[in-house]
Structure formats: C-alpha cells, structure tokens
Nanobody, 127 residues
Framework: QVQLVESGGGLVQPGGSLRLSCEAS????????IGWFRQAPGKEREGVSCITRRGGAVYYEDSVRGRFRISRDNVKNTAYLQMNNLTPEDTAVYYCAAAEGWKNGARWYHTTEYDYWGQGTQVTVSS
C-alpha cells in the first residue's frame, strides 16, 4: 500500500534544530513532487516547502525561508526537512505529501494538489 511516514519530530528549545524525514513506499517516488505542510491548533494547514521530482526546484513559505532546507534522496525514497533556528511559532504537526500532477494554475502550497499524505509528526518549540 501507499505510505508516507514522517519521523524526527519532538520537543526542542527556541533556536534549536530538527531534521524531519519522510519515508515513502508503494508508489514511484521520483514521479512525485514532495511537499511539507504544517498545522497548528486552531489554524489552517499551510505549505512549508516543496521539492520537485528530481530536486531541480525548491519552494519555501516566507517565514521559513533561510531557516529550513528541503531535500530528497530518490535512491532511498526519502525526503527531508532540515529545520534550523526554530521558534515557538514553528510549533505544529508537520506532514509530508506527494503530488504527481498539477492542475492549471495550481501552486505548490495548495493542499488539494497532493495525492498522498503522511500521518504527521509533532514539532514543539518551547523553553
């Protein structure tokens, strides 16, 4: 079956770092763009970052640009999100998702464009 499994979340102090992993199985990983999204309590799910099929292009939400780095290893069928200089505003459940095709006019941060989703991993930034 299709699976995306996030790991690497946890409790970290402000200014700290975490690296999230997204292990994929059950589909052709390198045919899909991979996005990272997050959802905090009471807030909408928002796009954090996206990387294209072979890693040729990356996209970031404004508040994480320069602090987070997305990457992927198509041999290992795994995507990553390196998160540095974390702040309490980064606290959320983080999800990875896979998108094979894009509708005309779609953007990387549109959740409806993604075909598969992981279960999420909790990131808590607190002193």
């Amino acid at each position: 079956q299709v699976q995306l499994v996030e790991s690497g979340g946890g409790l970290v102090q402000p200014g700290g770092s975490l690296r999230l992993s997204c292990e994929a199985s059950g589909f052709t990983f390198d045919s899909y763009d991979i996005g990272w999204f997050r959802q905090a309590p009471g807030k909408e799910r928002e796009g954090v970052s996206c990387i294209t099929r072979r890693g040729g292009a990356v996209y970031y939400e404004d508040s994480v640009r320069g602090r987070f780095r997305i990457s992927r290893d198509n041999v290992k069928n795994t995507a990553y999100l390196q998160m540095n200089n974390l702040t309490p505003e980064d606290t959320a459940v983080y999800y990875c998702a896979a998108a094979e095709g894009w509708k005309n006019g779609a953007r990387w941060y549109h959740t409806t464009e993604y075909d598969y989703w992981g279960q999420g991993t909790q990131v808590t930034v607190s002193s």
